[in-house]
């Protein structure tokens, strides 16, 4: 196969020394970015080079270079294109090419969707290596600021304003224009058009432009839980005010889903909205990452996942109920506040969970012994349906003034999950419930100590969502070559060899043929 590529071997035999990979130690992490991307398919990328023009740089080059970077802190284009001049790793990587800042900043534009993909393929190949053992998954998101300010989120009656103030000007400039263009008539003839766009006025129109499509778009998004109107960011669109130490600010919520056996991330999602939403599609998104050559449906033993509490609702736990290879243990709002010691309500001997439920009449029974039948059903959040169970016995009742307000009685209100978040309360009051639900503190949020703190992850370069979910999946790749280069340290040079060399791709192509 013939590519339209400039050659590239970064393996050149030089004088002194040999190669310039011998400048770094043996278990460098540039030499593990070299061999982890011999290992990975670039068809997708090739099949997006042009057949015509001037000769692209190596695909290989590039990966490798942004790889390394991301696993170094180094994420911005020109500090990339001076390390090509000046870093031993980078030299080595890029086999003394000197690709521009500007080429470098493109290709990660231009390859997000490809280096999503090669996240995965690297998630298996640390499957391979044996460092995913699918015996717990942790899940949890961190906040983390987007690339506008907050002051550029605008609600209906600001943007309106300014949309008046804008057009005001506009017109008022273009008056001032006519008035010049008699004088410069008078002056110097009439050839002299006048009509054309200033800078300054192509810069207005432009901010008309963004604000009428902002005021369109708005009627579409959820109020702000703050604000509680809607709102959107001039400079950001898909961002939304996050919490985040103590400051609220335009960003977006990082989750992921890590193995607990060597802190692997298997699944990495950008997400706006609330956890709760995002659960089903990490845990599909990891199911599908992780399934190799040896399907999950095999598996005797299933994979213990847990979340906090964010992520907890009735329709989740429904839905993982169809995942038969997930064990969950996520906790609601309700059982954390109680272990908190906030559930004070939960003392009460008529709280609602003293309520025993008894299928076979469709009733709760009190702790009296009462009995409650069903009385009416309606609709709640979400779609959910909510089911009302009333006591008739009203103020015959000698404890009903212990039990409820209401002069007719104590009514249950019952969602069509509430046995499910029952079921999981209980599972979670176990000592192996707990002891497992404690585990995922420990898997998970090294990962976000390591991203934010290590590789200084803490606002996005990038803008939009599909933009900023590929960034991610770029940290989440680094996290994972770190992970790597550590577990590799560990198995031994010669091992280390002796895996890479029977497991070459075949697939870094040569340019020529």
Sequence with gaps: MSLNVRPYDNQTLLLFPPSVGDYLPEDHLAHVVDEVVGQLDLTGLYNLISPVGPPA?????????????????VV??????????????????????????????????????????????IVRLCRELGMVSLGHWALDSTVIKANASREATYGAERLEREEREIEEAIEGYLHSCEAADREEDE??????????LSGKLR??????????????????????ERRGERTINLTDSDA????????????????VVVDGQEQVIVAAEVASGSDQDQLMPLVDEAL???????????????????????????RNLADLEERKRIDPYIPDGGLQAQERGKGA???????????????????????LGKRLALWMTTTGHGGQRIFLYR??????????????????????????????????????????????????????????GQLKQNLNLREFLLRGLRKVQGEFSLWATAHNLLKITRFLRRLGRDRWEAWFGSHRSGVLLDPGG
Aim: hydrophobic fraction near 30%; aromatic fraction near 10%; charge should be positive.
């Design 240 to 255: 939304a005010f996050q919490r985040l130490g103590g400051r609220v600010v335009p960003g977006y919520r990082g989750e």
């Design 187 to 196: 002056a110097y003839g009439p050839k002299q058009r006048g009509d054309e």
């Design 57 to 73: 740089y190596h695909p290989a080059l590039m990966v490798k270079v942004w790889f390394y970077g991301y696993a170094t802190g």
């Design 391 to 448: 006591c008739r016995e009203g103020q015959r009742c000698p404890e009903r003034r212990a039990c409820t307000r209401r002069v007719m009685g104590r009514v249950l209100k019952v969602s069509e999950h509430d046995q499910r978040l029952r079921a999981m309360r209980q599972k979670l009051r176990t000592e192996e419930g707990r002891r497992r639900y404690n585990r995922r503190k420990t898997i998970v949020e090294p990962v976000f």
């Design 76 to 121: 911005s284009s020109r500090k990339l294109a001076r390390g090509l001049e000046t870093d031993v790793a980078f030299i080595y990587l890029s086999g003394m090419q000197r690709p521009d800042f500007r080429t470098l900043s493109d290709f990660r534009k231009d390859h997000l969707e490809e280096l999503k993909g090669l996240f995965v393929q």
């Design 345 to 367: 309500r939960e003392a009460s001997p008529f709280h609602k969970n003293r309520f025993e439920y008894h299928s076979e009449g469709d009733c709760y029974v009190c702790p």
């Design 288 to 314: 599908k990452t992780v399934e190799g050559e040896e399907p999950l449906a095999e598996r005797s033993e299933k994979i213990i996942l847990s979340a906090d509490s964010g992520y907890s609702s009735g």
């Design 203 to 224: 810069s207005r129109q432009r901010r008309l432009e963004k604000i009428r499509s902002a005021l369109a778009e708005l009627p579409d998004r959820k109020p702000s």
